[in-house]
T-cell receptor, first 113, second 118 residues
Framework: KNQVEQSPQSLIILEGKNCTLQ??????????LRWYKQDTGRGPVSLTI?????NTKSNGRYTATLDADTKQSSLHITASQLSDSASYIC????????????FGAGTRLFVKA | EPEVTQTPSHQVTQMGQEVILRCVPI?????FYWYRQILGQKVEFLVS????????KSEIFDDQFSVERPDGSNFTLKIRSTKLEDSAMYFC????????????????FGEGSRLTVL
């Protein structure tokens, strides 16, 4: 069954610190993996997208990694800011020619001053 | 920057009533989607729409749901007879390429329409 699991479920860090969020997936055949940021009550906003051949992608202070062999991805946030407080969602698409995207439950990040 | 817009932002309805949620996708995009997020739960795929027809739908998208692109710019989701469990945030999204495949399209989401069924 195609699944996306994220950890931790929630995380509290101090402003200025770094953190790493994890995503494990069982989607097959794999097409791409995306990380989104979702503020409470808002729509998800894309951070990165990686295909099978890519193992790292950066977007400002956000760096995503992908290990397609172990089916794991991570999102590293550097020098966190209060505005980074949000849910971070891992989304995986299968390469079946279809359109379905499978969402993880997200990691809720709280950045404290 | 182009964006996906959704109306209404919040709708309250009585159980059994019909609801239409509206979306204006990004103008040069070809693929359109509806997703649902029940409060506190993960986002779930409902349906994708391409070339004026449904290309894929999930188990959630039963006969109570329908989608339409009535005029070349709007993309609507209709729920014929709402149930309490339809209460959720509904997100519209669009992309210029399909989300799977070797050249996946960037998926842009609207801000959502919150549906409350009483």
């Amino acid at each position: 069954k195609n699944q996306v699991e994220q950890s931790p479920q929630s995380l509290i860090i101090l402003e200025g610190k770094n953190c790493t969020l994890q995503c494990n997936y069982t989607v097959s055949p794999f097409s791409n993996l995306r990380w989104y940021k979702q503020d409470t009550g808002r729509g998800p906003v894309s951070l990165t997208i990686m295909t099978f051949s890519e193992n790292t992608k950066s977007n400002g202070r956000y760096t995503a990694t992908l290990d397609a062999d172990t089916k794991q991805s991570s999102l590293h946030i550097t020098a966190s800011q209060l505005s980074d407080s949000a849910s971070y969602i891992c989304v995986v698409s299968a390469n079946t020619g279809g359109f379905k995207t499978i969402f993880g439950a997200g990691t809720r990040l709280f950045v404290k001053a | 920057e182009p964006e996906v817009t959704q109306t209404p932002s919040h709708q309250v309805t009585q159980m059994g009533q019909e609801v239409i949620l509206r979306c204006v996708p990004i103008s040069n995009h070809l693929y359109f989607y509806w997703y649902r997020q029940i409060l506190g739960q993960k986002v779930e795929f409902l349906v994708s729409f391409y070339n004026n027809e449904i290309s894929e739908k999930s188990e959630i998208f039963d006969d109570q749901f329908s989608v339409e692109r009535p005029d070349g710019s709007n993309f609507t989701l209709k729920i014929r007879s709402t149930k309490l469990e339809d209460s959720a945030m509904y997100f519209c999204a669009s992309s210029n390429y399909r989300t799977g495949g070797n050249y996946p399209g960037e998926l842009f989401f609207g801000e959502g329409s919150r549906l409350t069924v009483l």
